[in-house]
């Protein structure tokens, strides 16, 4: 089944500067944990063990998080403080992790090629770490799409409802609703100006993929912005078998801008900070 995630990181975080200098955005706090770890988590919680992070230039803190720091660790064992690294501890112990570069910043598209090498010819996960997405009534949102991939074998977007005035930000969906949650994509955009949208489904950063992806992303052109667009290779996916959107349960914040890493930091402290989760 699926085993492995993609945690594409190598962005250069622009919406951030200058905090994103000299320091990958997926590494931001929220409270006290850095985006990744929540991926990470999320991604574990939903039966993976194998996280491959596509990294870039200026980003080897992100190793560094995964792996033990011994004079750290040394100086806080038998203090109340060790308790402050049992999570990352346990994510080390359970789970293996991979990297490798992307050496030119050539999209999201391009930064998921990257990552073949560590994938192999197998179905996966894509979490965008930026986007921190938490359900505190069940199910993470990677659990709830693998348990649909379960059933549908085929590549699954998650998606939300934007107001029409944001869709030039999303990859945007036109499909036919097989299910309240679920549509059958026939049409997907990249930022399309509001009167060009066919819809106001957004794709957000949960996906899971296919293994023939890789050929069809190696087959796609640069789109908008010079980039290659994973939407276009989705795009070539749908028209040739099958891919679906899902409505997914559960909250996301787009961390990747001071809007929703603000909101995301006032929910996190409330919701789980304060209560020791
Ligand atoms: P974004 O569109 O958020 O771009 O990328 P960005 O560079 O990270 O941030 P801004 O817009 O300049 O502030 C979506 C995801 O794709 C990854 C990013 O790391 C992020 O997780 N990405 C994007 C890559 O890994 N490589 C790329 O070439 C582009």
Redesign the pocket.
Known sequence: MIRKCL??????????LPA?KAMP??MLPVVNKPLIQYGVEEARAAGLQHMAI?T?RGKRALEDHFDISYELEHQIRGSDKEKFLSGTRELMETCTFSYTR?V?????G??IL?GQPLIGDEPFAVV????LCLNLEGDGVLAQMIALYKQFRCSIVAIQEVPLDQTHKYGIIAGEQIRDDIYRVNSMVEKPKPEDAPSNLAII?RYILTADIFDLIADTEPGKGG?IQITDALMKQAQNGCVLAYKFKGKRFDC??AEGYIEATNFCYENLYKKGL
Request: avoid cysteine; charge should be negative.
């Open positions: 945690f594409p990181a190598a962005g250069y975080g622009t919406r951030f994103t955005k997926e596509v870039g992307q030119e910043m050539k999209g999201l391009h930064a990257s965008l770490a930026d986007d950063g980039e990747g801008g």
